[in-house]
């Protein structure tokens, strides 16, 4: 069994420190006070939803639920844009101007609180909508908390990315970049701590988990490069990235693969989940096994990230 996770993190800066207590009470209240979130748990599913609304009004948004039904309960993707300042300029057209989504899944798998997967990627969600609240980016940015991830809804038209992706491609939203926050909060020192789902990769990639991943499909190979690229100049956490084939295992794994299917660039920023993390998926899924310091660098560095990508 791992032992108690001693963060080896770079130091923090005092913006980074008040992330970092962001953070950690938000997934405290998603996976601590509201825990396993799901259809199951469909009164805790909705208070995650007014609760992450409610945060997006505080950062002062008009959030908007897309909503859908299912066997007669409504399920509620929870969105919060910054419309573009390219907006004005073109206002014949506002839906051909290019639009970068940030979204995480906020359902937690049946039996888990959910704190890594995905409190962590809610969590950051709702931090970087705080720190662009008042930005004035030429690119409209869209943060979005997706209902329905898990199974069995998985990779399936209730997925609650999957429909939001279909209406954005319906409406015509030219969406430039899709950046799916899942499962980002777990790191170890401790040899063999990393594993892949192929043989292959594990010759190519470190045995140590102290990295945060980047995955795409093939055809997202530019956006992750560009993703990589920026990531690597600002931040101060290792990362490792690979555009692979979408049958490979995981690599399909979170809301990316609904952008995937209606043509839209997108990759997943992971620490990788079950190839990593001990309390995948389990009742053990809590709070106190995250690394909020490294957890926290994954953040301040796709905030730039984001900074870049918007200008
Ligand atoms: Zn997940």
Not at 79 to 88: D, F, K, R, V
Not at 237 to 244: D, E, F, H, K
Not at 269 to 275: H, K, M, S
């Amino acid at each position: 069994m791992p032992g108690k996770n001693v963060s080896k993190a770079a130091p923090l800066s005092p913006d980074e420190v008040a992330l970092r207590e962001e953070l950690r009470a938000d997934v405290e209240k998603l996976a601590g006070e509201i825990g396993e979130r799901n259809m199951w748990h469909y009164a805790q599913l909705n208070g995650a939803a007014n609760f992450i609304e409610d945060s997006f009004s505080h950062a002062g948004f008009h959030p908007r639920r897309d909503s859908y039904d299912m066997r007669g309960q409504a399920c509620h993707n929870i969105e919060a844009e910054i419309p573009g300042s390219l907006q004005g300029a073109a206002a014949s057209q506002p839906l051909h101007l290019p639009i970068i989504v940030i979204g995480a899944h906020y359902d937690s798998v049946f039996g888990s609180p959910g704190a890594n997967d995905n409190g962590t990627g809610v969590a950051a969600t709702l931090a970087l909508a705080r720190r662009f609240a008042t930005a004035n980016p030429k690119h409209t940015l869209r943060f979005v908390a997706f209902v329905n991830e898990e199974p069995p809804y998985f990779l399936s038209g209730e997925m609650g990315s999957l429909v939001y992706a279909r209406r954005s491609k319906e409406r015509g939203d030219k969406i430039s970049a899709m950046i799916s926050l899942e499962t980002i909060g777990y790191f170890s020192d401790a040899p063999n701590s990393q594993t892949y789902p192929s043989p292959g990769l594990s010759l190519f990639y470190p045995k140590i988990g102290n990295f945060i991943g980047f995955v795409s499909n093939v055809q997202s190979r530019a956006l992750l490069r560009r993703v990589i690229t920026l990531f690597r100049k600002h931040a101060k956490i290792p990362s490792q990235g690979a555009a692979l084939p979408a049958f490979i295992p995981g690599v399909s794994w979170s809301d990316q693969w609904s952008f995937w299917q209606h043509g839209y660039p997108a990759i997943m920023v992971t620490d990788t989940a079950p190839f990593r993390y001990p309390y995948y998926h389990s009742s053990n899924d809590t709070p106190d096994k995250l690394d909020y310091d490294r957890f926290t660098l994954v953040v301040s560095g796709m905030e730039k990230v984001i900074q870049e990508l918007a200008k």
